[in-house]
């Protein structure tokens, strides 16, 4: 079956720093890998989508990359601000309406000042 | 502001006493999705509708239904609630159900089963 596997259950770093977030998966071929945010007690933010056939997706200070071959995608948030501390989740997508958006139980990034 | 609406945000049922969770839209989107969501797990897509053809998960028990009555409305209905059906429940919004469309979430419905 699909699986998602999302890097540790949480991530610490420095403000000011780079975070890197990794989500691999297995028995899947993704048309799309989507990123969102949640906020404790909220629902999901959308964040970015990458298609299968782009390498790297920017937006502000968010990068996105997708390697099918590694079954990879990483995220990254760069000069991270203690606003940044939030839960991110990866999502797989396929093409048809018959597929439908997997989500990965996601990784707690918290940004200490 | 476009926004997905849920209601209410938190809901306290007794075991086995039906509750019904409700969720509106002002996207005008054709798709919605309700996912239910456990502490620290993935989002789980419980059924969607594509305006209004109903798609049921394979894995989603009977115990949970779902009406939309219009496009702007959607509604969960949980029959007999269980202690383990104690979760957030996510309604999310979509313009179209083929790939690569990014999902509108609502806040959330905590359910808590006593």
Redesign the interface.
């Known amino acids: 079956s699909q699986k998602?596997e999302q890097n540790s259950?949480a991530l610490n770093i420095q403000e000011g720093k780079t975070a890197t977030l990794t989500c691999n998966y297995t028995n899947y071929s993704p048309?799309?890998l989507?990123w969102y945010r949640q906020d404790p007690?909220?629902?999901?933010?959308?964040l970015l989508?990458i298609?299968e056939n782009e390498k790297e997706k920017r937006k502000e200070r968010l990068k996105v990359t997708f390697d099918t071959t590694l079954k990879q995608s990483l995220f990254h948030i760069t000069a991270s601000q203690p606003a940044d501390s939030a839960t991110y989740?990866c999502a797989l997508?396929?093409?048809?309406?018959a597929?439908?958006?997997?989500?990965?139980?996601?990784t707690r990034l918290s940004i200490r000042p | 502001d476009a926004m997905v609406i849920q209601n209410p945000r938190y809901q306290v049922t007794q075991f086995g006493k039906p509750v019904t969770l409700s969720c509106s839209q002002t996207l005008n989107h054709n798709v919605m999705y309700w996912y239910q969501q456990k502490s620290s797990q993935a989002p789980k897509l419980l059924f969607h509708y594509y305006d209004k053809d109903f798609n049921n998960e394979a894995d989603t028990p009977d115990n949970f239904q779902s009406r939309r009555p219009n496009t702007s409305f959607c509604f969960l209905d949980i029959r007999s609630p269980g202690l383990g059906d104690a979760a957030m429940y996510l309604c999310a919004t979509s313009s179209d159900p083929t790939g690569g469309y990014e999902q509108y979430f609502g806040p959330g419905t905590r359910l808590t089963v006593t």
Do not use: C, H, N, T
Request: glycine share 18%.
């Open positions: 998602i259950e048309a799309y989507q007690g909220r629902g999901p933010v959308f989508l298609r989740l997508d396929g093409w048809s309406s597929s439908k958006i997997i989500f990965g139980s996601g």
